[in-house]
């Protein structure tokens, strides 16, 4: 905490910063501890579209999305990919899978198609209930250059998988994530509960 309150006195308007001191805490899970960093930095004033994109997450991090939505308002106007793709985000959580992928569609449509708004797609297409339609999406996602958006897309193809009812297919899925990102605890968990499946 001192070190992190002497970063915060070098550079006190750094939305990024208290967005990282915030995600430190919550990897060891002390969100509340970190939180108040969040209200702190709810007291900058933005001036940019990517100023909104920052109190949008800090928003969408609180658990505040009405408020998160506003604040994304104007960086979504101007087809601020970040933004429009929190935004998919915030109406996923709040259960309206149509929004989310009208929005996740028109991410492609701006700025071409990446492995997060295929990730969305994908995770619109879950929550739907139409696992199949997910997997496709996934594949495509896969086939993307790069590895950026990847683990996200093989976290999913494991859930889509559990979603049709193909535990030897996801745990086999779950196996290979694991040891390709052994430090994820989600996927640790995951597998724990797919040998319970047999």
Known sequence: KVNFDYAVSLRPKD????????ASYQENKLSA???GYLQTALGITPSAPEDYYRIGQIYYYLGQYDEAKEALIEPVKENYIPAM???GQIYLAQGDEDNAKATYTQIQETGGESADSYNGLA??????????????????????EGSEGKQELYFNEIVAYEKKLDFLTAKDKCQ?????YPADEAGQKELLFLNTRG
Do not use: R
């Not at 939305?15 to 915030?22: M, T």
């Not at 290979?176 to 390709?180: E, G, K, Q, S």
């Open 123 to 144: 995770l619109c297409a879950i929550q739907a209930g139409d696992p199949d339609t997910a997997l496709t999406y996934i594949s495509k996602g896969l086939e993307m």
């Open 33 to 35: 501890a970190g939180g």
């Open 15 to 22: 939305y990024e910063l208290y967005l990282n001191i915030y």
């Open 176 to 180: 290979t994530y694991v040891d390709n």
């Open 85 to 87: 793709s929190l935004m």
